[in-house]
């Protein structure tokens, strides 16, 4: 069992910045990926960004892209998307999951079904 607790929203105008943290308690060790979504009402979860836990490499959505960084503490077991430039569009509640089961290197995981774990979601509103 992994456990994902995500900390670092709130209210921020636009142009502005935030960055989200997702602690990892449990069976770390076996995360190999991990990820950050966002929804809205009504829509279905948006992959944002994603990082492999061994090597660090980091993909991100066409959106988010040049404003998001996805990063990982290892020692902390502590993921974290820094959020710059931030738009109205960006308001939503985000979710940190983890990936326990087997990673193809060549593959980038952009479903939610490609996560097993999930945290319980932080609110991300963003002022115009």
């Known amino acids: 069992q992994v456990q994902l607790v995500e900390s670092g929203g709130g209210l921020v105008q636009a142009g502005g910045s935030l960055r989200l943290s997702c602690a990892a308690s449990g069976r770390t060790f076996s995360n190999n990926a991990m990820g950050w979504f966002r929804q809205t009402p009504g829509k279905e979860r948006e992959f944002v960004a994603g990082i492999r836990w061994s090597t660090g490499y980091t993909y991100y959505a066409d959106s988010v892209k040049d404003r998001f960084t996805i990063s990982r503490d290892i020692a902390k077991n502590t993921t974290y998307l820094q959020m710059n430039s931030l738009k109205p569009e960006d308001k939503a509640v985000y979710y940190c999951?983890?990936?326990?089961?087997?990673?193809?290197?060549?593959?980038?995981?952009?479903?939610?079904?490609?996560?097993?774990?999930w945290g319980q979601g932080t609110q991300v509103t963003v002022s115009s």
């Open positions: 999951a983890a990936r326990t089961t087997k990673v193809i290197f060549s593959i980038k995981y952009e479903e939610s079904t490609d996560y097993n774990y």
